[in-house]
């Protein structure tokens, strides 16, 4: 990964694995409680050329199901600006993480 997270947001619990529902509740848990602390802030970025699919916007977002098929949602450290990402594909139960995204903007 050879992320530069700094003090603040190398508290936010990350997921490097999200394989069950449980598993995506807690990630969305751990970005609440990182925004609620102030050291997360939803971020406006989007990957080029990548259909927007999330219509929900993260505040409305469920933390126990009811999800749409793909979970995205970007975030930065309010003081670093390093950012992350929470992904999950909820239709196949598997393929998700939270974590740092060093992907070039
Ligand atoms: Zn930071």
């Given at each position: 990964m050879g992320a530069m997270a700094c003090q603040p947001c190398s508290t936010v619990s990350l997921m490097?694995?999200?394989?069950a529902p449980r598993d995506l509740t807690r990630a969305i848990r751990s970005v609440r409680e990182a925004m609620d602390a102030g050291v997360l802030a939803e971020s406006d970025y989007w990957p080029k050329g990548q259909p927007r699919f999330t219509s929900v916007p993260f505040s409305r977002l469920s933390e126990s199901g009811g999800w749409e098929d793909i979970v995205q949602y970007y975030f930065q450290c309010?003081?670093?600006?390093q950012r992350f990402r929470l992904v999950a594909e909820t239709y196949r139960g598997s393929g998700g993480e939270l974590s740092p995204d060093d992907d070039p903007a």
């Open positions: 490097p694995r999200i394989a309010t003081s670093c600006g």
